[in-house]
């Protein structure tokens, strides 16, 4: 068990609308990454978080948007969606630079649905 | 830009036999790659991995080879088992940061008994 854990389950939206999912990382773990999985693909890179700054982006517009909180738990913003952000969406949390041994651990993913 | 190309599937196979998944990377620099393994309705788990040339990744029978000559890193184990039925995913980051990691589109094993 990771203990990453993401919230919602899953979600149902509108082309349109605008959705905030988040994540709650493992304690210790500062770091933390968000993929999108489109299905029957791999997750591709959006942006990473480290000390509540924004540290790498993907190909992503700026609609894409996120937040690290003091306590390192994260959100993702999506505004304007569209019907091809439907996805999963998969937050993975990183210990500190030198104690990660360059692992992520991932959370179980919110399921975005856009009609 | 960086890139993973992983063999197409899926992949079927019986109790006992061996695995081989294909997985060959494109990249600026010298990077590190990983294996991660996705049950059903789960987020990815990370499987093995390796960060220099010539490293051998091991984990629950499943082994893989940092080959920087042919850019490879293929997924190996000598007997499946049911329970290894999985998608599987390889991966690559730079500068060690695992958490830019760039990744295949997955291979689906399915193993009978």
């Known amino acids: 068990e990771t203990g990453v854990t993401q919230s919602p389950t899953h979600l149902i939206k509108t082309r349109g609308q605008q959705v905030t999912l988040r994540c709650s990382s493992q304690?210790?773990?500062?770091?933390v990454s968000w993929y999108q999985q489109a299905l029957g693909q791999g997750p591709q890179f959006i942006f990473q978080?480290?000390?509540?700054?924004?540290?790498g982006r993907g190909n992503f517009p700026p609609r894409f948007s996120g937040l690290q909180f003091p306590n390192y738990s994260s959100e993702l913003n999506v505004n304007a969606l569209e019907l091809d952000d439907s996805a999963l969406y998969l937050c993975?949390?990183?210990?500190?630079?030198?104690?990660?041994?360059?692992?992520?651990?991932f959370g179980p993913g919110t399921r975005l649905t856009v009609l | 830009g960086d890139s993973v190309t992983q063999m197409e599937g899926p992949v079927t196979l019986s109790e006992e036999a061996f695995l081989t998944i294909n997985c060959t990377y494109t990249?600026?620099?010298?990077?590190?790659l990983f294996w991660y393994v996705q049950y059903p309705g789960e987020g990815l788990q990370l499987l093995l991995k390796?960060?220099?040339?010539?490293d051998k990744g091991s984990n629950k029978g499943f082994e893989a080879t940092y080959r920087k000559e042919t850019t490879s890193f293929h997924l190996e184990k000598g007997s499946v088992q049911v329970s290894d039925s999985a998608v599987y995913f390889c991966?690559?980051?730079?500068?060690?940061?695992?958490?830019?990691?760039?990744f295949g589109d997955g291979t689906t094993l399915t193993v009978k008994p």
């Open positions: 993975a949390t990183q210990l500190p630079s030198g104690r990660n041994d360059n692992e992520q651990f």
């Open positions: 990249a600026t620099g010298y990077p590190s």
């Open positions: 991966a690559l980051s730079e500068n060690t940061n695992a958490g830019k990691s760039t």
């Open positions: 304690s210790g773990h500062n770091t």
């Open positions: 390796a960060t220099k040339a010539d």
């Open positions: 978080y480290y000390r509540e700054e924004e540290n």
